[in-house]
């Protein structure tokens, strides 16, 4: 396990990168699936990591909370090193209740993770409806819980959340999330990995 911090690939006003994702619940999911939403919450994690199991319960509250964004959670890990990533692992985690996300999608080709810059998991980015896309409104971690043992005392991403639905405007400086790095497949690594 190595613990990492993400890092911008994507700036604040850039529109999410496209995706064509299957998810658990056996639909395939882009991201116009998600039209009716205010707002989308992009959640790079996985199964296996202690920093994102430690995160699934933030991110059920928030799923609950919020009517008006979704949360997905976006699984590219490499499952043949690290088999608990795999997409069964990731149907029996929704099945018996330990995530409750609006979705929660594998990116086997870790295309969507290197579009998006991901670095670590969980690695959260918060996307704003703006016309017909969505565009970066913050990209930092959940809460400020940085170790897997550690009790959060403020949730940040809800703030930010609660600011956007708000309108009001955004910090451009983010608190990065911190987590496992990406495990990516060894011709997979992606120029900002460097």
């Known amino acids: 396990m190595v613990a990492l911090d993400s890092n911008d690939v994507l700036e604040q006003g850039d529109t999410a990168p496209a995706?064509?994702?299957?998810?658990?619940?056996?639909?395939?999911?882009?991201?116009?699936?998600?039209?009716?939403?205010?707002?989308?919450?992009?959640?790079?994690?996985?199964?296996?990591?202690?920093?994102?199991?430690?995160?699934?319960?933030?991110?059920?509250r928030l799923t609950e909370e919020y009517e008006e964004v979704a949360v997905i959670g976006i699984n590219p890990n490499d499952a043949e090193e690290y088999p608990e990533d795999d997409f069964e692992t990731m149907r029996e985690r929704v099945a018996d209740g330990t995530i409750q996300w609006d979705a929660y999608l594998r990116d086997e080709s870790q295309e969507v993770a290197a579009a998006y810059g991901a670095m670590c998991t969980p690695d959260p980015f918060l996307f704003e409806?703006?016309?017909?896309?969505?565009?970066?409104?913050?990209?930092?971690?959940?809460?400020?819980?940085?170790?897997?043992?550690?009790?959060p005392e403020a949730r940040e991403m809800k703030v930010h959340i609660d600011a956007?639905?708000?309108g009001e405007e955004l910090p451009e400086e983010f608190k990065p999330s911190r987590g496992c790095s990406v495990k990516w497949k060894d011709d997979n690594e992606p120029d900002y990995w460097d």
């Open 19 to 60: 995706f064509e994702l299957p998810g658990t619940d056996g639909e395939t999911y882009t991201l116009s699936d998600f039209d009716g939403y205010e707002g989308l919450l992009v959640v790079f994690t996985c199964n296996h990591c202690p920093y994102a199991k430690a995160k699934f319960d933030e991110m059920n």
């Open 129 to 151: 409806r703006d016309g017909n896309e969505f565009i970066l409104a913050y990209h930092g971690r959940l809460n400020d819980a940085q170790d897997p043992d550690s009790e």
């Open 164 to 166: 956007m639905l708000a």
